[in-house]
């Protein structure tokens, strides 16, 4: 046991004296960690989506401005008008809507569609739309039931009814499947899955290689230490830099990126922890199995890259076809996704995990036996 714990020490002291180990670890990840999770942030949260629409207010007096303020009360993603063509839906509140309404003259708001956008995004538009003009013809109401009608009807007075707290409010949720993972959320445990695999296959297929290139392995059996020992003791010395890694991404993560992990923290920990044990004991496997250090590295950087797109870090499976999501499943990276996300966007806790922890086990658990066969001086 003191043997394998002194290789991986060992290891791990002299990785970080590469200033590029720095890059790969850091670096790198956050940059990508960031960039996606701006291009894979969705409108508003996941289960609660806000289309983007534009606000044609033509109404110059106070109720179309007001009009405006409910209709952003009710999580409308209001478009400035330079941003007019990414709107799924336009709003236009006509000239003299206010008269009109003081007037007990219909006022129609027109709802104007757009071809290239999606239905779907479109009915949560025109739901909102509907609450909001019930909740102005309410504040109407419920002014002008307070309003002497000899007197001026004011904005004033309009406004401090909508500033009075509802007796009655109404909690209301989309129903339905899980959300598909957006934003940083989703950004975060790809990018962490991705660079856990690709970093530790590399490192650990490379430096085997190169080791046993320069003899360093020949000269550590002269020591009492077993080809177990030396294979365990590589492995443990990944599994460390790959702790190093999950820290600084978790942290980062929950005070930068602001992902929450809350309760399942742990859960994510005991995940992450598990998934390293895989990466590190099938870069043990690869630098078991192949000489040349170039080979190594191509190696490794393909099969990584190639797990990581089949996997779901690029994108989320829960877009992906039945056929993509059963390849998914025939890769480490797909059942930590699985579990990450569990935890992490859908609010899961222990009870979601374990059967991905235990086919992550299982991965583990052959890479090492077939690590150990395969070792070579």
């Known amino acids: 046991m ?8 060992t290891d791990l002291r002299l990785f970080f004296k590469h200033r590029s180990a720095y890059v790969w670890l850091f670096v790198m990840p956050m940059l990508f960690v960031y960039i996606m999770g701006f291009a894979a942030r969705g409108p508003g949260p996941a289960a609660n989506r806000t ?3 534009l606000i044609e207010n033509a109404d110059t007096n106070f109720l179309g401005r007001v009009f405006v303020d409910e209709l952003a009360a009710q999580d409308m993603w209001v478009l400035s008008p330079t941003n007019r063509e990414a709107a799924v839906r336009v709003i236009r509140i006509p000239a003299g809507f206010t008269t009109n309404a003081l007037a007990f003259q219909p006022a129609k708001v027109q709802f104007l569609k757009r071809d290239d956008a999606g239905e779907a995004d479109a009915a949560l538009i025109e739901l909102r739309l509907v609450r909001a003009l019930v909740a102005l013809n309410s504040h109407l109401l419920e002014a002008a039931s307070a309003t002497d009608f000899s007197g001026q009807f004011t904005e004033a007075a309009l406004r401090a009814v909508m500033a009075q707290t509802n007796l009655v409010t109404l909690d209301a949720k989309f129903a339905g499947r899980k959300p598909v ?6 950004s975060l445990p790809g990018n962490l899955v991705m660079y856990l695999m690709m970093n530790l296959l590399i490192f650990g297929g490379s430096t085997m290689a190169a080791e046993r290139r320069n003899g360093v392995i ?3 059996m002269v020591h009492p ?13 990944l599994m460390l830099l790959g ?15 602001h992902v929450s992990l809350g309760a399942n923290l742990p859960a994510v920990a005991l995940t992450l922890l598990v998934f390293a044990w895989v990466a590190a004991s099938l870069g043990v496997l690869v630098g078991s199995l192949t000489q040349a250090e170039d080979r190594v590295i191509g190696i490794c950087l393909l099969t990584s890259l190639l797990m990581a797109a089949l996997g779901g870090c690029w994108w989320p499976l829960e877009i992906g076809s039945p056929v993509l999501k059963i390849i998914a499943l025939c890769t480490p990276n797909g059942w930590a996704l699985s579990a990450l996300h569990q935890l992490i966007s859908f609010g899961s806790g222990f009870d ?26």
């Open 2 to 9: 003191k043997a394998i714990l002194v290789i991986g020490h």
């Open 51 to 53: 289309p983007p629409v």
């Open 181 to 186: 993972p957006s934003g940083f959320n989703f």
């Open 218 to 220: 020949k000269r550590l």
């Open 225 to 237: 230490v077993t080809h177990l020992e030396l294979v365990m003791g590589k492995i443990y010395g």
């Open 243 to 257: 702790v190093v890694q999950i820290i600084f991404f978790l942290v980062v993560g929950k005070y930068l990126f």
């Open 352 to 377: 979601a995990i374990w059967r991905p922890l235990g086919v992550l086990c299982l991965f583990g658990a052959t890479a090492n036996v077939f690590a150990a066969r395969c070792f070579r001086n």
